[in-house]
């Protein structure tokens, strides 16, 4: 085994974090800002990339670390490991109300494809790199643009899906097809491309965009109920235009309806 073999225990509902448990020197890699809480001896480094293949050298660690620029993410993440003589424990939460997926990647022959945010944590020893799609229409098109994460290696991986997580087994020939954004990840033998919806008032009135995500058997699917990207547009939607105003949701009054209901902020 390359990767570290950790335990784990998924916590809450809506909110989820995960806990893992770290034998004496295992360590565990994760992405900045899901750090929750830890033990007392558990040591954090800053390192480039992801910790994995480090034989390679500088020049390969630089090459390891810019790589994660093209997913938006940071050239640096960070280990944990633990530095005491017994079982430690440490804890990561996702990002918004979602599901938190553990992916073993023994039993998807060592790759994992995912969105370019999904990423939580993962064992130290797990590579995560990028996955350039092959296909014009699918990078132009598909949601996802021209580079989506990968996790490769032999160990334990950690995605976070928003909202409810649907895993889809597709069998040979199967085919699903999918909102270009709610997509969470996919494994390596699964055909991703995209379908024009078709239809001008499908089009133009549909209101769904205008193409579908395609996935085709065989492999496993995992799709999420309400992508952060939807969730922020709704939110945004929804926010006062101009100053502190409201929009006085759930009143015909407006804002002399926050008065009465004493949300007095003048």
């Given amino acids: 085994m390359n990767a570290h073999e950790i335990?784990?225990?998924?916590?809450?509902?809506?909110m989820q974090f995960v806990e893992i448990e770290l034998d004496p020197q295992e360590g565990v890699v994760a992405e900045a800002g899901t750090f929750m809480?830890?033990?007392d001896q558990i040591k954090m480094n800053t390192?480039?990339?992801?910790?994995?293949?480090?034989?390679?050298?500088?020049?390969?660690?630089i090459f390891s670390a810019g790589k994660r620029i093209l997913t938006g993410e940071s050239?640096?993440?960070?280990?944990?490991?633990?530095?005491?003589?017994?079982?430690?424990?440490?804890?990561f939460a996702s990002p918004y109300p979602g599901k938190i997926i553990p992916i073993d990647l023994t039993e998807f022959g060592?790759?994992?494809?995912c969105q370019k945010d999904a990423f939580l944590c993962a064992a130290k020893g797990v590579s995560i790199g990028i996955e350039f799609s092959k296909k014009l229409g699918r990078g132009l098109f598909g949601g996802e643009g021209f580079i989506m994460q990968k996790m490769e290696g032999d160990g334990l991986g950690f995605i976070h899906a928003g909202g409810t997580m649907a895993k889809k087994v597709l069998q040979p020939g199967e085919v699903l097809k999918v909102d270009t954004g709610c997509i969470v990840g996919?494994?390596?033998?699964?055909?991703?491309d995209i379908e024009f919806v078709g239809g001008i008032r499908n089009t133009i009135f549909g209101g769904e965009g205008l193409f579908f995500a395609t996935l085709k058997g065989p492999g496993t699917v995992y799709?999420?109920?309400?992508?952060?990207?939807?969730?922020?547009?709704?939110?945004?939607?929804?926010?006062?235009?101009?100053?502190?105003?409201?929009?006085?949701?759930?009143?015909?009054?407006?804002g002399l309806g926050d008065m009465l209901d004493g949300d007095n902020r003048f």
């Avoid at 060592?110 to 494809?113: Q, V």
């Avoid at 996919?186 to 991703?192: A, H, R, S």
């Fill in 37 to 39: 809480m830890m033990d």
């Fill in 75 to 91: 050239l640096f993440m960070t280990v944990f490991t633990n530095d005491g003589l017994g079982k430690k424990q440490i804890s």
């Fill in 110 to 113: 060592g790759k994992f494809i």
């Fill in 223 to 254: 799709v999420q109920s309400l992508p952060f990207s939807r969730l922020a547009g709704r939110v945004l939607a929804m926010a006062p235009k101009t100053g502190n105003g409201s929009r006085g949701e759930g009143s015909v009054l407006g």
């Fill in 186 to 192: 996919f494994t390596q033998d699964v055909d991703y």
């Fill in 47 to 61: 390192i480039f990339g992801d910790g994995s293949n480090q034989e390679k050298g500088i020049l390969g660690k």
């Fill in 7 to 14: 335990d784990y225990k998924i916590f809450g509902e809506e």
